[in-house]
């Protein structure tokens, strides 16, 4: 039997660890942390459960098809409650708009709006419908090795017209600015600025409005244990608080592994679910191909990284949906400077995440559990004292959500915390602290981003947010599914 090691427990590598061991692979998944997850990392303070996100479940399809490998069903291990409205965006003015797949209800929504705009929210749904289909079902679990697999791609990329921003692509459909702003802030939960990712992923609309958005109850976390529950009822091995420090190679081969505590083992094959440029850099210096690989890494972009402050409160609040955005006063300056500039800029926009709402198992009776989001530049652009700069941050974010949805905030606080980018810098290796790996633009995207398979070393594989097809939970379980077709294919020669 073939033997495989998968660095890293988040999303990506244990849905790659479920596809090899339901093909009969022996697998043994390796994590740093005292918990598996990735940056579905959670915390349990004074009864209240955080989840440090993903938040946002969608196409449950393909969760569900990791357990049907095996003639299994997801219910078994992992209870999905649907999310409604998907998200409430809330403006400077008070005005608020509930997202949904409530195709009647968003027109009588729009039409209140502008009117002249239903016709083209319609035109921009049908756009949308026709770039998940060549984005996603398509290309989105299909490895791209070759430059020649971009080159057969090409003209589905120029019909839909990829090189136009997301923003862009909304604004010729739609007039209103709110409406605009609405259709494109999704881009930013998976690290892209809606101004300079590709429209390719406008096709987050209909993965939406045809999978809907899920909650797995209990909290993200819980999806992350059913996951591992599977995949070690199925003979899997996980590894946990035995930071990898090196990947063997010899010659053109990945040869063994070796943690911190001195555990060291050969294999067949190896993947990472790592940070792409900790893999290349720090974990395979002894490889001269790996090497010249992360240098070239590192002149690449980076998404920027979060600020999280995680709080719960005294009280419910049955009249905060579970998803908000609260978009402040600028949005295309706002995130020039995140992006390009590198400031802290003195407004920011939210994005509240308030699960208890749904779910009251996350916090104890008669309190809610609360977590308020912000995009801020990586530690590359902003090379700030988060140390001091974080509790600062931390109570503006809360002054915000107090003087727009709850006044007696800051006295109603039983507990809270804050995590910054430094945070994800130190906890999960990531480069410049980025919360999402390489940026998603055009030219770092399919072809021009991490290969599921690396070039040289022809049993080193990659997985997750730096890989194709990108962040968020469809993206990296759409990795896991092309890189599992090729270790499954090469391991079978």
């Known amino acids: 039997m073939s033997r495989t090691c998968i660095i890293g427990s988040g999303f990506g590598g244990l849905a790659l660890a479920i596809r090899l061991q339901s093909a009969g692979i022996d697998t043994t998944v390796i994590e740093a942390r005292d918990k598996p997850g990735g940056r579905a990392y959670h915390w349990k303070k004074d009864g209240f459960t955080f989840d440090a996100g993903p938040t946002v479940i969608t196409d449950p399809a393909c969760l569900e098809e990791l357990w049907q490998l095996s003639g299994h069903n997801i219910s078994e291990d992992v209870e999905l409650m649907p999310v409604t409205p998907f998200y409430r965006l809330n403006w400077p003015d008070g005005f608020n708009f509930d997202y949904s797949n409530d195709h009647d209800g968003l027109r009588r929504q729009i039409a209140a709006m502008h009117p002249e705009d239903v016709d083209g929210y319609d035109r921009f749904l049908e756009y949308s419908a026709e770039v998940y289909r060549e984005g996603y079902v398509k290309l989105g679990s299909v490895p791209f090795l070759d430059f020649a697999s971009m080159i057969k791609a090409a003209p589905a990329l120029l019909k839909s017209q990829a090189w136009r921003s997301v923003y862009s692509m909304a604004a010729s459909f739609v ?3 709110k409406l605009r702003e609405a259709l494109s802030f999704h881009t930013l939960l998976v690290g892209g600025n809606p101004f300079t990712t590709s429209a390719i992923y406008a096709l987050i609309h209909k993965l939406e409005q045809d999978g809907g958005v899920w909650w797995a109850k209990g909290g993200t976390n819980q999806l992350v244990a059913g996951m591992v529950r599977h995949f070690e009822r ?17 010659g053109d081969r990945a040869t063994a592994v070796e943690t911190q505590s001195g555990w060291r083992e050969t294999f067949d094959a190896v ?4 940070d792409i440029v900790h893999t290349y850099r720090d974990l395979l210096t002894g490889s001269v191909t790996a090497q010249a690989k992360a240098k070239k890494l ?3 972009s980076y998404s920027p990284s ?9 009280g419910t609040w049955p009249g905060i949906p579970h998803h908000m955005i609260l978009f402040g006063p600028r949005y295309k ?6 992006y390009d500039h590198g400031v802290l800029p003195a407004d920011f926009s939210i994005y509240l995440h ?9 916090a104890p009776k008669g309190k809610s559990t609360f977590y308020a989001l912000v995009p801020v530049a990586h530690m590359g652009k902003l090379p700030i004292d988060w140390e001091a700069v974080g509790p600062v941050l931390e109570k503006r974010i809360l002054d915000e959500v107090g003087r727009r949805l709850i006044p007696d905030i800051h006295d109603r606080i039983v507990t809270k915390f804050h995590y910054a980018p430094r945070d994800f810098a130190l906890d999960l290796n990531a480069h410049l602290g980025s919360a999402f790996s390489l940026e998603p633009t055009l030219l770092q995207s399919a072809y021009f981003r991490g290969h599921n398979r690396d070039e040289k070393i022809k049993n080193l594989y990659l997985v997750g947010a730096g890989t194709h097809p990108g962040a968020g939970i469809p993206g990296v379980v759409g990795s896991a599914k092309a890189t599992a077709r090729l270790m499954i294919e090469d391991l079978a020669k």
């Not at 308030?354 to 779910?359: C, E, K, L, Q």
């Open 175 to 177: 007039k209103n600015e």
């Open 234 to 250: 199925l003979g899997g091995k996980l590894r946990l608080h035995d930071p990898v420090l090196h990947i063997e190679t010899v």
């Open 271 to 274: 993947a990472s679910n790592g």
């Open 298 to 300: 590192l002149r690449k």
């Open 306 to 314: 979060l600020f999280v402050v995680h709080f719960g409160l005294e």
């Open 333 to 338: 300056e706002l995130l020039a400077d995140i």
């Open 354 to 362: 308030h699960p208890s709402v749904s779910d009251p198992s996350v």
